[in-house]
């Protein structure tokens, strides 16, 4: 049998072991609580995960949709219809200002009676306004100011067509043409991008057009004395149909298509190249500032290309016909290009220029910025 002391030693031994082994465990039970940390991490980050995985399965669905071409589609008709809204009596002036001076007057007046011709001859002076300030307040006081919006439902039609198809076209070319389509293309395959979407949906869109240029004209024949030719978008379609038939719908598409591959070679290439330009040299991001100062050259380039065959095209458009629907003035893009260049010489061509520019610079804004906004609205990414 053990000595008293023996069992005291042992007792007392005991209670330091007990001691000291459960000292170390509690100090040691923050280390003891990190695995179970690091467990509850582990399942909040896979629970996280799992939920992240969720969220990520909806997000492509979201950035899939809003860079669709649908969605690309309806957000640069809307941001075209804006734009259109906002800057079509600069339009309407610049169409008035480049049928002055043309041959069609003259041989409208002509083939009147004489007392008509003297009636008409008297009107057409009072309607040569000087100007592009002049022709507006001219359309405003005669006409009255609504009709500064005159003709701009087919303008609107042309851009469910045209500026859809010409923004899609060249966000698929640019894509094919690079990794994802967000690097900047070089100047000249931009270029050809730009030509290509332009020409392809102007020719699509040119009825709409026609229809366009034709109202735009009219309040000005009631004034001169002239019998109206059409009294409203459906009934000059119905018209140029009767007239023309099919086919007649595309009347002055060459000069139109040249005009929109010009016009899409400075816009489109201009602001696409500026933008990626200014990011890249001068360190911004995709902001506003950048939108503005890009679409502002895109609005002053697009301006000077077309505009020569803007004035072509408008002058074949509005020209008269016969009952075949064939122009009595011009037999084609390039005979009224050369009869307005020795008749009027080589400046008509610019006829309208400022309120070309001054028109194309802010509609160039307004729909860049539309876009850019309503994209990053619901989620796409930049154009």
């Not at 045209?162 to 043409?177: H, T």
């Amino acid at each position: 049998m053990p000595a008293p002391q023996t069992i005291a030693v042992s007792a007392a031994a005991a209670a330091a072991a007990i001691t000291t082994t459960s000292v170390p465990s509690a100090e040691a039970s923050p280390n003891a609580a990190a695995p179970t940390a690091t467990a509850s991490a582990t399942t909040a980050t896979v629970n996280n995960t799992v939920s992240s995985s969720g969220r990520h399965q909806l997000r492509p669905v979201k950035y899939d949709y809003a860079d669709s071409f649908a969605c690309t589609y309806i957000v640069s008709v809307v941001a075209a219809s804006v734009a259109e809204m906002a800057t079509y009596p600069l339009d309407l002036t610049k169409t008035r200002l480049q049928i002055q001076g043309e041959a069609a007057s003259v041989a409208a007046i002509a083939s009147t009676a004489n007392a008509t011709s003297s009636v008409s001859g008297g009107a057409k002076a009072n309607m040569q306004y000087r100007g592009m300030v002049a022709t507006a307040f001219g359309i405003v006081r005669e006409e009255g100011a609504l009709k500064l919006w005159q003709g701009v439902t087919p303008a609107l039609y042309r851009h469910v067509v045209y500026s859809g198809v010409r923004i899609c076209s060249y966000d698929l070319m640019r894509k094919e043409l690079t990794e994802n389509g967000s690097q900047a293309l070089p100047v000249w395959k931009s270029a050809l991008c730009g030509v290509t979407a332009g020409a392809v949906a102007q020719w699509l869109a040119s009825p709409a057009d026609l229809v366009k240029v034709q109202i735009q004209m009219e309040g000005k024949r009631r004034l001169m004395g002239e019998a109206p030719r059409v009294h409203g978008a459906a009934h000059a379609f119905r018209k140029i149909v009767q007239r023309g038939g099919i086919k007649g719908l595309w009347k002055g598409s060459i000069p139109n298509v040249q005009r929109a591959a010009l016009v899409n070679l400075g816009d489109l290439t201009t602001y696409d190249t500026i933008k990626h330009l200014i990011m890249r040299r001068l360190h911004m991001p995709d902001c506003h500032t950048v939108h503005v100062l890009a679409s502002i050259c895109a609005g002053f380039v697009a301006a000077i290309m077309g505009t020569p065959a803007d004035v072509v095209k408008t002058r074949i458009m509005n020209q008269p016909t016969d009952e075949l629907g064939r122009g009595l003035l011009y037999r084609g893009s390039v005979d009224c290009l050369r009869q307005t260049v020795g008749k009027e010489g080589f400046v008509a061509l610019y006829k309208g220029f400022l309120p070309c520019w001054i028109r194309m610079a802010p509609w160039s804004l307004t729909f860049w910025l539309s876009f850019e906004q309503i994209r990053k609205m619901i989620g796409a990414s930049s154009y």
